[in-house]
């Protein structure tokens, strides 16, 4: 991608389906000098450069956009706000609760919602596993949990029973193969869709998972292999 930050941000959306005329580019462009400042003295992420947040973190995170369903949306393990804060401000029509137990990133959390004037997200410090909602959540994504059953075993209890579960991942490994093989076991229902992201090599997988079809199927936890990918 060529051109200016703009242009560049423009011609990303456009390249992914997207229309930049009904995105908010310029907070996208605000959240990425303001992760790029503070990566300087806090090391927030390992991508430096405004180019790559753009594409590694800004476009990746709305190439999720499409799955994203309900009003009640959860974050989990969000760090810098990836992807739940950008898709809050994509979506503000809906509320986006940010969770992560790492008190710097919680703190540039803080600070980015309230300087870039996000009203639909509320940042949380807390693990997935001591958090607890008065309401389930219609989507809950996750990018930085590395192991998928274990993502699922700390977050099934938050999604409602019609919910989806979207687990960004990079390419479909034996490994992960072996957790979805796992979970289905127990009636997880999951779907694999393959993600696009300009400037981004190499493969983005989405996994969409939905509870059991069964509404009264309870899934003991821990299950044994539930730990693999």
Avoid at 54 to 81: E, F, K, N, W
Wanted: one cysteine or more; aromatic letters at 6%; glycine letters at 10%.
């Amino acid at each position: 991608m060529n051109g200016n930050p703009e242009t560049r941000l423009r011609s990303g959306l456009t390249t992914m389906g997207l229309d930049p005329d009904q995105h908010p580019c310029a907070a996208y462009l605000a959240y990425i000098d303001l992760l790029s400042r503070w990566n300087k003295a806090y090391s927030l992420t390992a991508i430096r450069g405004a180019n790559e947040i753009m594409s590694r973190h800004v476009l990746d995170a709305l190439s999720i956009l499409p799955y994203v369903q309900g009003q009640h949306c959860l974050d989990v393990g969000t760090g810098a706000g990836l992807p739940g804060l950008i898709l809050a401000l994509a979506n503000p029509g809906q509320h986006w609760v940010l969770l992560d137990s790492n008190s710097k990133k919680v703190r540039f959390l803080t600070h980015a919602v309230m300087e870039l004037g996000i009203r639909n997200a509320e940042v949380v410090r807390a693990r997935a596993e001591d958090y607890h909602a008065d309401v389930p959540f219609t989507t809950i994504t996750a990018r930085a949990f590395a192991v998928l059953g274990l993502l699922y075993e700390r977050t099934w209890r938050l999604l409602a029973q019609d919910g989806s579960l979207l687990a960004m991942k990079g390419p479909v490994t034996p490994e992960l193969n072996g957790g979805i093989a796992e979970l289905g076991r127990h009636g997880v229902v999951v779907q694999i869709h393959e993600l696009a992201v300009p400037g981004v090599d190499g493969r983005r997988t989405l996994l969409e998972l939905r509870h059991p079809d069964q509404a009264d199927l309870a899934i003991p936890f821990p299950i044994t292999g539930l730990s693999m990918q």
